[in-house]
C-alpha cells in the first residue's frame, strides 16, 4: 500500500505564492507520476498539474506560467509551487499518484487534501 501526505496549504493574498508538498510512502517500486487536482465548492474535481518521473510536466491552462511542478525521486516527493496566486485558485488541492509496488502490482493513491485560500 502507498500513502500519501501534503502538506503546505493555508491562506494567502492575492498575488502571493504557496508551496504544496506530497510526500509518498509504503510498498514503492516505482512511481510514475504524481499530479495536483484541485475542488471549489460546488465544482468538479480538476487536475492541475501533473510530472511524471522523468520530469515531464503538463499544466492545466489557467495556472500555466504561475504553477510548478516538480518531484524528487530519491525522496519520493512532489512539490507544487504556486505563485501569483488568484482568487480563483481558492479551492482544496489533492496530490496523487499511480506506480508500482512490490510484485508489480499497481497503485493509485490520494492525499488527504490540503486547503489553499486566497483572499483578495
Known amino acids: 500500500q502507498v500513502q500519501l501526505v501534503e502538506s503546505g496549504g493555508g491562506l494567502v493574498q492575492a498575488g502571493g505564492s504557496l508551496r504544496l508538498s506530497c510526500a509518498a510512502s509504503?510498498?514503492?517500486?516505482?512511481?510514475?507520476?504524481m499530479g495536483w487536482y484541485r475542488q471549489a465548492p460546488g465544482k468538479p474535481r480538476e487536475l492541475v498539474a501533473t510530472?511524471?518521473?522523468?520530469?515531464?510536466?503538463n499544466y492545466e491552462d489557467s495556472v500555466m506560467g504561475r504553477f510548478t511542478n516538480s518531484m524528487d525521486n530519491a525522496k519520493n516527493t512532489a512539490n507544487l509551487q504556486m505563485n501569483s496566486l488568484k482568487s480563483e485558485d481558492t479551492a482544496v488541492y489533492y496530490c496523487?499518484?499511480?506506480?508500482?509496488?512490490?510484485?508489480?502490482?499497481?497503485?493509485?493513491?490520494w492525499g488527504q487534501g490540503t486547503q489553499v485560500t486566497v483572499s483578495s
Open positions: 509504503g510498498s514503492i517500486v516505482s512511481i510514475n507520476a
Open positions: 510530472i511524471t518521473s522523468d520530469g515531464s510536466t
Open positions: 496523487h499518484t499511480n506506480g508500482r509496488s512490490r510484485r508489480l502490482l499497481r497503485f493509485d493513491s
